[in-house]
């Protein structure tokens, strides 16, 4: 009875640590840069690299980095700092050295870099709002506190659990400090506290909230007069301390690559862990237009709403509902990253494209026009590269440039696109019907194979093995092996009556959707 007492206690600690990441990363991070931006923009700047590149901000962090410099330019407020808050990482991060600058030891001689707001973590956000920013006394302190409370009961907990004692004063003091900056966080921060633990999240937000990168970076610094040959092995063994500590988390998640075993075709792999009825959330014409679904690394989920003109985004349990406007009907989603999602959008009397779009700023990045994509095909990360269907092929696209880099003809409209390994398996539409056979085409070979399934394909998605799983119109699953030959009909079938599923290798978890329902099931790996 104590043994589980004291494990139930140990589950809430780790839950108070996570509500209190999930405010700092969710609430407060978003809430530093949004000041960032106000204040620039303020000063009619129109960019944050425009920002940094102003003589005050630039002269302000070079003295926060460099001790015993006198610069050419406003020498009256030089500054010799005792501590040097700026470390090196973020320094590199917002400046490079100009060519042709050498003799000055000084600011001039330092350009800032294509930053983006989003690059920056709370901690570097908060330096440069307290010392470059024009703050209230009131905001200046909340900033302080807030920044302080990130690495007191976060970064330097590597328990990553929080009593009930310390909580209690902590949860009011850092709501109150959130208030001051943003009176409108109210809702949100009773949502986070009422929050169940989400473990892979909290975990991620674990990794963010460390720094463990950073910190490493930091050994670094404090070693630049030891010679060359022991440099050399102090960064073989950060190297290796960095790797070791990306493997611990990917065993931890059961991700390390040489315990993942094939799974047997038809394989019982997952259970119901939960479901999410959307229909509490949104009315009938909205359930009934959602056309595509993601999840995203951190579990959140990211749904194509096509007659509403929109992108749905909450978290796995259904809370913290969210949109995105889009401009014209989205109908296929991916993931490019843990905050941006690749969208094709069809534009009446328009060219259709490719969309990308911020989710944690909720606003569009860009617009890429693709000649021959075809709004009703599907769309897939591969290799940093966009895959996108068109009226006769596969579409490889540069989602930095908008290029398209190349095309693989297959002589027939690609539907449903999923890349996995080196192939890209792909669902044809004939005469407006889904085919029966599965295409999958390599790229080392250069070559399309297909495999016949019992019933028309509806949807497919990748396990952590590389093995396929299809849903059939007929309500079956056809477990597909990674080389596309071989199918077996799963026995136990938690996607009855379901229009998609996705599977998320970070999760563990594999995501359905019934249309007519509106349920969204969660489904835990065993």
């Known amino acids: 009875m104590a043994s589980k007492q004291q494990e139930r206690m140990d589950i809430e600690d780790r839950r108070r640590y996570f509500i209190v990441g999930s405010v700092i990363l969710e609430i407060v991070q978003p809430l530093f840069r949004t000041r960032l931006e106000n204040d620039y923009t303020s000063r009619g700047l129109v960019s944050f690299q425009d920002f940094l590149n102003s003589q005050p901000v630039i002269h302000i962090l070079f003295h926060l980095r460099h001790r015993n410099a006198i610069c050419c330019k406003d020498k009256i407020n030089c500054r010799d700092h005792p501590k040097l808050p700026l470390i090196y990482c973020q320094w590199n991060l917002l400046y490079s050295e100009s060519p042709g600058q050498r003799g000055h030891n000084c600011h001039c001689k330092f350009t800032a870099n294509q930053v983006q707001l989003n690059d920056l973590d709370i901690s570097l956000a908060g330096l440069i709002l307290l010392n470059c920013c024009n703050l209230a006394p009131a905001d200046d302190n909340a900033v302080h506190k807030l920044r302080r409370y990130k690495n007191d009961y976060l970064s330097h907990n590597t328990e990553g659990e929080i009593s009930e004692t310390e909580y209690k004063s902590l949860w009011t003091n850092l709501t109150n400090f959130v208030l001051q900056l943003d009176p409108n966080k109210r809702n949100d921060l009773i949502r986070i506290e009422n929050r169940p633990l989400d473990e892979?999240?909290?975990?991620?937000?674990?990794?963010?909230l460390w720094n463990i990168h950073k910190k490493l970076n930091e050994m670094d610094t404090q070693m630049q007069e030891i010679g060359s040959d022991v440099q050399e092995l102090l960064i073989y063994h950060r190297n290796e301390a960095i790797c070791q500590y990306c493997k611990k988390k990917l065993n931890e998640q059961g991700l390390d690559e040489r315990k993942i075993i094939p799974?047997?075709?038809?394989?019982?792999?997952?259970?119901?862990?939960?479901?999410?009825?959307?229909?509490?959330?949104l009315d009938k014409s909205c359930i009934t237009s959602i056309s595509s679904v993601v999840m995203m690394d951190d579990g959140r989920l990211v749904l194509c709403l096509f007659n509403n003109h929109r992108l749905l985004i909450c978290n796995t349990d259904g809370s913290q509902v969210d949109s995105i406007p889009v401009e014209g009907s989205p109908w296929y989603v991916t993931d490019v990253n843990n905050s941006t999602v690749a969208v094709t959008v069809d534009k009446p009397l328009k060219c259709h494209c490719i969309e990308m779009?911020?989710?944690?700023?909720?606003?569009?990045?860009?617009?890429i026009s693709v000649p021959g994509i075809h709004y009703v095909c599907d769309i897939t990360m591969m290799n940093n590269k966009l895959v996108v269907g068109g009226s006769d092929g596969l579409l490889i696209v540069d989602p930095q440039t908008g290029e398209t880099v190349q095309t693989i003809k297959t002589d027939?409209?690609?539907?449903?696109?999923?890349?996995?390994?080196?192939r890209i398996f792909f669902i044809p539409l004939l005469h407006f019907r889904r085919s029966h056979k599965l295409y999958g085409y390599t790229f080392t070979d250069d070559n399309i194979q297909t495999l016949t399934l019992p019933s028309e394909?509806?949807?497919?998605?990748?396990?952590?093995?590389?093995?396929?799983?299809?849903l059939c119109k007929d309500g079956s699953v056809q477990h597909v092996s990674s080389n596309g030959k071989q199918f077996k009909t799963l026995n136990t079938n938690q996607s009855k009556g379901c229009s998609m599923i996705y599977y998320n290798l970070k999760?563990?978890?594999?995501?359905?959707?019934?249309?007519?329902?509106?349920?969204?099931?969660?489904?835990?790996?065993?």
């Open 200 to 208: 892979g999240l909290c975990s991620r937000y674990s990794i963010d």
């Open 263 to 281: 799974y047997t075709l038809g394989q019982d792999i997952f259970y119901l862990h939960h479901q999410i009825d959307l229909k509490s959330e």
């Open 357 to 367: 779009y911020d989710i944690n700023n909720k606003h569009k990045l860009k617009s």
């Open 412 to 422: 027939c409209r690609p539907s449903k696109i999923h890349a996995s390994g080196d």
């Open 457 to 470: 394909l509806q949807s497919m998605t990748t396990l952590q093995d590389g093995s396929l799983y299809v």
């Open 507 to 526: 999760q563990r978890k594999m995501i359905t959707y019934n249309t007519f329902t509106g349920t969204v099931k969660i489904l835990q790996e065993k």
